[in-house]
């Protein structure tokens, strides 16, 4: 996977920001991964190594929505599963990708959904 120039890239910047992103208990991690399908949230609490929610477009419904639409709808579905569980703060790790198109949009999603990063 690392062999290709932009997973290279991408694998360092990741090395990067985990270095400084750690989610607590109280703040748990919001880490998203985005594939040439689909793309995916988790929000972990990495001082119990335990995932706490995840949302995706694998499980979403609704398959008319592609690409920037389909982040957002992940995001609020996520946000929708975080207040059930009465998480409300979480740190943003982008995961090596860059801010931008579909990262942003799932951040937004989730911002709108209640969510405070």
Avoid: W
Avoid at 5 to 17: F, Q
Wanted: aromatic fraction near 6%; charged fraction near 30%; glycine fraction near 8%.
């Amino acid at each position: 996977m690392a062999d290709r120039r932009g997973d290279a890239a991408r694998l360092r910047r990741k090395v990067r920001v985990r270095q400084k992103v750690q989610g607590t208990d109280t703040r748990p991690r919001v880490c998203v991964f985005r594939s040439n399908k689909h793309i995916y949230a988790q929000v972990i609490s990495d001082s119990e190594g335990k995932t706490l929610a995840t949302a995706s477009t694998l499980v979403t419904k609704d398959k008319t929505r592609k690409g920037v639409e389909a982040a957002k709808h992940v995001g609020l579905a996520l946000a929708k599963l975080c207040k059930e569980k009465n998480i409300s703060k979480v740190i943003f790790d982008r995961n090596g990708f860059l801010f931008h198109g579909q990262v942003k949009a799932l951040a937004d999603g989730a911002r709108e959904g209640g969510l405070e990063f």
